[in-house]
Nanobody, 124 residues
């Protein structure tokens, strides 16, 4: 089992920044690829960013490229999402997820563990 706890969400104005953190406990964190997803009411959960177990590769959805950065610190069992240049359309509940597969996936059902989510609200 892996327990994931997100933090760092909040309310900001457009153009602002937030840094989300996801702290993991339980099984060896460094063996998992990690991702961030987001969801708004009435819509499916959407892939945002992905990082391999060692941080060697990252992937982003097109709408956040150049604005968001995913990173991880395996010594601290934590994955981060630095969000700059926030836009109102980034408003959502953000979830971190862990995947013990070696294959990159953008599909929520492929992920093994999820956090409870943290709300990000961007006002215009």
């Amino acid at each position: 089992q892996v327990q994931l706890v997100e933090s760092g969400g909040g309310a900001v104005q457009a153009g602002g920044s937030l840094r989300l953190s996801c702290a993991a406990s339980g099984r060896t964190f460094s063996s998992f690829a990690m991702a961030w997803f987001r969801q708004v009411p009435g819509k499916e959960r959407e892939f945002v960013a992905y990082i391999t177990w060692n941080g060697g590769r990252t992937y982003y959805t097109d709408s956040v490229k150049g604005r968001f950065t995913i990173s991880r610190d395996n010594a601290k069992n934590t994955v981060y999402l630095q969000m700059n240049g926030l836009k109102p359309e980034d408003t959502a509940v953000y979830y971190c997820a862990a995947d013990n597969s070696i294959y990159h996936s953008r599909t929520p059902r492929e992920y093994d563990y999820w956090g409870q989510g943290t709300q990000v609200t961007v006002s215009s």
